[in-house]
Nanobody, 116 residues
Framework: QVQLVESGGGLVQAGGSLRLFCAAS????????RGWYRQAPGMQRELVAR???????TYADSVKGRFTISRDNAKNTVYLQMNSLKPEDTAVYYC??????????WGQGTQVTVSS
C-alpha cells in the first residue's frame, strides 16, 4: 500500500511560479513510475508530467518548457516545478504513483489557481 501526500499548491499571478511536492509512504523500490495529473472544473483528468524510476520524463505539450518534474528517491518525494504559470493551468493537481505490481495510487489533490 502506498500513500501519497501533496503540498505546495496555492494562488499565484500569471507568470509566477509554484513548486508542488508529493511524498510517498512506501519505498521507491516498490514504485515504478510517478507523475502529476490535473483536473479543471468540468474537464477530464489529464497527464501533466511523469517520471520513471530510471528518470525518463514525459510532459504534456501544454506545459513543455515551463514545468519540470523531478524525484528524490532518498526522500521518496517527487516535485513539480511550475514556471510561467497561465490562468489555464488552474486546476486541482493530483500526484500519482504506479507500483511495481501495476497498482495505481493517488494523492488527495492540491488546488493551483492562477489569476490573470
Amino acid at each position: 500500500q502506498v500513500q501519497l501526500v501533496e503540498s505546495g499548491g496555492g494562488l499565484v499571478q500569471a507568470g509566477g511560479s509554484l513548486r508542488l511536492f508529493c511524498a510517498a509512504s512506501a519505498s521507491t523500490f516498490s514504485i515504478n513510475r510517478r507523475g502529476w495529473y490535473r483536473q479543471a472544473p468540468g474537464m477530464q483528468r489529464e497527464l501533466v508530467a511523469r517520471i520513471t524510476s530510471g528518470g525518463i520524463t514525459t510532459y504534456a505539450d501544454s506545459v513543455k518548457g515551463r514545468f519540470t518534474i523531478s524525484r528524490d528517491n532518498a526522500k521518496n518525494t517527487v516535485y513539480l516545478q511550475m514556471n510561467s504559470l497561465k490562468p489555464e493551468d488552474t486546476a486541482v493537481y493530483y500526484c500519482h504513483a504506479l507500483s511495481t505490481t501495476y497498482e495505481d495510487y493517488w494523492g488527495q489533490g492540491t488546488q493551483v489557481t492562477v489569476s490573470s
